[in-house]
């Protein structure tokens, strides 16, 4: 970055002096001019009432920035042979901006041998498929991956590259975005483009969810994001086919990495995915210990639902974090909800507010989730959850 100054417009009237927050101006011989203190924070250039004074990209930075750079892609996260849910959610608002820009559709395959994939993709609304294969990408690795996706991104230069904010996309796409010498907005909850710029604007909880930022990549590209599942729309199919692939092979120097996976190991807690349950029963520090899930559990067999927490009673050891519901666990949306001893602080209503129906059971009547319960009931869990067994259990023998 250069800071100009046109000196044949500049009036000398020292507010850029002033103004700047780096003493980074200084007049020398009837001139202004900018020392080894500045940053190209811009307050010069929004300050300067004679407009004598702007930024500009030097050559390598030009060739970084938002020139040439076309195209929406979603980062096609996948498990054991089947996409993530969160993909279907990003190709549904990734439509939506590509339409705003007037650009394609694409969704980023990587691993090996994983072609058949791509079919689940039959009848959305995806231009086309970027596979990226290599042997070294059969099982997910960050060094390996995070170098080929910034390869893939440095050659066909897309606009916009969108994750879920899942673990893997929250440990892939920092890398990326570094390597691609861009920035990245992590836990999206909104995107949209605006009019005017072309800018994406991404928007995030910030501040334990009390304000919403909205923050945006005005000089690099891609501009980059990952959004929480279950917070967009899956889009309807149609009959068309499955999008046509485009294959893309990095080359073995690329994938040489010091990490080798010997074996995978997969816990019964983390082959339960609580964001894809329809009905879930969560459990708070009012619970009282590991022994209150008994009865949370008892409850959600009868619904055909799972089991969830807050951040309280996972912290407390009574159940594995892969339950965990708020800003630092899961963001879900299930069609019931069923909070059991749960306060409800910002950080907990940021990832369940959106459920279809809330129910809450707390013996404080001033507890912050009723502000948001759609059903409401103030007593011990120890006498209310029996009694909801019961007339579970007679609707369910009446069936």
């Known amino acids: ?106 969704v980023v395959l990587m691993g090996h041998g994983i072609a058949d994939v791509a079919g689940q993709l039959a009848g959305l609304p995806v231009s086309a498929v970027r596979l990226v294969d290599h042997p070294a990408l059969a099982q997910y690795r960050d060094g390996p991956h995070s170098r080929a996706l910034a390869r893939l991104i440095a050659q066909f230069r897309p606009e916009v590259v969108l994750a879920g904010a899942t673990a893997r996309g929250r440990s892939l796409m920092p890398r990326v975005a570094v390597l691609c010498h861009t920035g990245l ?50 889009p309807r199919r149609d009959g068309s086919a499955a999008p046509p692939i485009r294959r893309w092979t990095p080359a073995d120097e690329l994938m040489a990495d010091a990490v080798e996976i010997l074996a995978l190991e997969k816990t019964a807690a983390e082959s339960v995915n609580i964001a894809a349950a329809d009905v879930l029963v969560a459990g708070g520090r009012g619970v009282g210990g590991p022994e209150g899930f008994e009865l949370l559990r008892r409850v959600a067999g009868l619904l055909g639902g799972e089991v969830a927490a807050s951040r309280a009673a996972v912290d407390a050891g009574w159940v594995p974090y892969s339950r965990q519901v708020g800003q630092t666990g899961k ?28 129910v809450a059971v707390n013996t404080d009547p001033e507890a912050p989730i009723f502000g948001i319960a759609d059903y409401g009931i103030v007593g ?20």
């Open 1 to 106: 970055m250069r800071l100009h100054i046109d000196h044949d417009v500049c009036n000398l009237c020292g507010r850029c002096v002033e103004e700047c927050p780096y003493n980074a101006l200084e007049e020398s011989q009837g001139r202004i001019r900018p020392n080894e203190k500045c940053n190209f924070c811009g307050a010069c250039v929004e300050t300067c009432p004679a407009d004598a004074v702007w930024l500009e990209p030097d050559a390598a930075e030009e060739e970084r920035g938002a020139r040439g750079h076309t195209g929406v892609w979603v980062y096609g996260e996948h498990h054991d042979g089947r996409l993530h849910p969160v993909v279907f959610e990003l190709i549904g608002k990734g439509r939506e901006l590509a339409r705003a820009r007037r650009c394609p559709l694409e």
């Open 185 to 234: 907005t992590a836990d999206c909850t909104a995107l949209e483009i605006d009019p005017l710029t072309g800018n994406l604007r991404q928007t995030r909880p910030a501040f334990g969810g009390n304000i919403m930022a909205t923050i945006i990549t005005r000089d690099r590209r891609p501009q980059m994001a990952t959004v929480r599942p279950r917070v967009m729309s899956t």
């Open 331 to 358: 963001t879900v949306q299930p069609d019931l909800y069923l909070a059991v001893g749960i306060s409800g602080s910002v950080q907990h209503r940021a990832g369940m507010q959106s459920a279809g129906t809330i």
């Open 380 to 399: 011990d869990y120890r006498e209310v959850l029996p009694e909801l067994v019961r007339i579970f259990e007679k609707e369910a023998a009446r069936e």
